[in-house]
């Protein structure tokens, strides 16, 4: 079983930065993979973020935040981080940090391929 603790969040005006991270515990811990951060909006689906792999570091941005968001590690905390700048009011969810304990290959974007999840942060953005 793994768990994931996240922390951070919080609110913060149109332009400002906040950031989010995600640790990792639990004894099947060195079969995670890809780490993963994914939002929900208030009456939405929960669409994918941000992945570092947990080996090589690779690392992908959904477009929508590639430039303003920037995802990190630290393989000796078994934490991952996500720092986010330049926010805007549709940024305004609750983000989630998620773990696939396999390759995700293309299909990193889907929810199913990760396993465990972390209970949520808010993140809200006011204009």
């Known amino acids: 079983q793994v768990q994931l603790a996240e922390s951070g969040g919080g609110l913060t005006q149109a332009g400002g930065s906040l950031n989010l991270s995600c640790s990792v515990s639990?004894?099947?811990?060195?079969?995670?993979?890809?780490m993963g951060w994914f939002r929900q909006a208030p009456g939405k689906e929960r669409v994918f973020v941000a992945l570092?792999?947990?080996?090589?570091?690779?690392?992908h941005y959904h477009g929508s935040v590639k430039g303003r968001f920037t995802i990190s590690r630290d393989t000796a905390k078994s934490t991952t981080y996500l720092q986010m700048s330049s926010l805007i009011p549709e940024d305004t969810a609750i983000y989630y940090c998620?773990?696939?304990?396999?390759?995700?290959?293309?299909?990193?974007?889907?929810?199913?391929?990760?396993?465990?999840w972390g209970q949520g942060l808010q993140v809200t953005v006011s204009s």
């Open positions: 639990g004894h099947t811990f060195a079969l995670v993979h890809d």
């Open positions: 998620a773990v696939a304990q396999g390759p995700s290959g293309s299909f990193f974007w889907r929810p199913a391929e990760y396993a465990y």
């Open positions: 570092i792999r947990w080996g090589d570091g690779y690392i």
